[in-house]
């Protein structure tokens, strides 16, 4: 099971669908926040070890629960475009995105300062937000951009520095056969 860790605003948009307890989302593999946009709510998503991120596509209340195969066709999108072997993402995809998923209220803040980098970069011009298909969606909803921007982690108690296209390309590549 992946732990997904949620700000409030999502966590309300869930619902019932929180079950774990405040605090948890220190140990999630992956992070999310909505933000409520043009009528719409846009999800940020982000992997807690290669900080690679989405956005998925401007969800209604009803269609949260879905989200996880929203982001996992994302997910395989933006790998298949960046030229990765099916058969490792479905391997990487297997393992950190199963069918069973749980949330949990809090967000790293590392992972928090990143997504909110992320919203501030987003284009909110309404051709944008309304013409979903004019340039590739895995393109779009990835914020390609700051996939390129130097990251850093803790590890053993030492700054590392990374780029999160690049650990996410690594990441998936593990599972080749």
Known sequence: MTLIACTADYA??????????????????????????HRGNLVVVMHERTRMGWFVPPLRKAEFAHMPDLLRELVRDTATALGLPE????????????AEVAYACGINRSIQSHI???????DWSDEAHHLPHSIPAWQRLSFIHLQETPRTQLVG?????????????????????
Request: with cysteine; net charge positive; aromatic share 12%.
């Open 116 to 122: 909110r980098q992320a919203v501030a970069c987003y």
């Open 157 to 177: 108690g030492r700054r590392q520095y990374f780029y999160p296209l690049d650990a996410f390309r690594s990441e998936v590549m593990k599972f080749l056969d």
């Open 12 to 37: 309300a948009m869930l619902g019932k669908l929180v079950p774990a307890e405040k605090g948890l989302g220190g140990n999630a593999d992956w992070g999310c926040h909505v933000v409520r946009r």
């Open 87 to 98: 058969n490792s993402i479905q391997s990487w995809l297997n393992l950190e995105l199963p």
